[in-house]
């Protein structure tokens, strides 16, 4: 089984017209389109999972650049997603005051 991404989708596109434009080409096992959690509103770009090979590749050959709903799709092999690091924060002096005599000799 391989998973496709499709980007460049209109934001009106659904799973189902997907799954159509994909299962001319061979079977679909699933479609899933990427929503932003908080609106609910499709980010342009989904995965595509077909349950042969080939017809995968075949589908990568037949349908990426086309138009779809007025817009030029791109459709590729997914990649695995990218394990982010840290915080965003990085190391260093934390700051603050460091102590001692500001006039760098002891007391006469």
């Known amino acids: 089984m391989l998973k496709l991404y499709v980007g460049n989708l209109a934001f009106s596109t659904t799973e189902d017209e997907v799954k159509e434009l994909f299962g001319k080409i061979g079977a679909v096992q699933s479609v899933s389109i990427i929503k932003d959690k908080y609106s609910e509103r499709s980010k342009g770009f989904g995965f595509v999972e077909m349950t042969n090979d080939e017809e995968a590749k075949k589908a990568i050959e037949q349908i990426n650049g086309t138009d779809f709903k007025g817009r030029n799709i791109r459709v590729a092999?997914?990649?695995?997603?990218e394990k982010r690091e840290g915080g965003g924060f990085g190391g260093g002096s934390k700051g603050g005051y460091?102590?001692?005599?500001?006039?760098g000799g002891g007391y006469r």
């Not at 092999?77 to 997603?81: D, F, G, I, R, T």
Request: overall charge positive; hydrophobic content about 20%; charged content about 35%.
């Open 77 to 81: 092999e997914a990649k695995p997603m």
């Open 98 to 103: 460091k102590g001692g005599n500001s006039r």
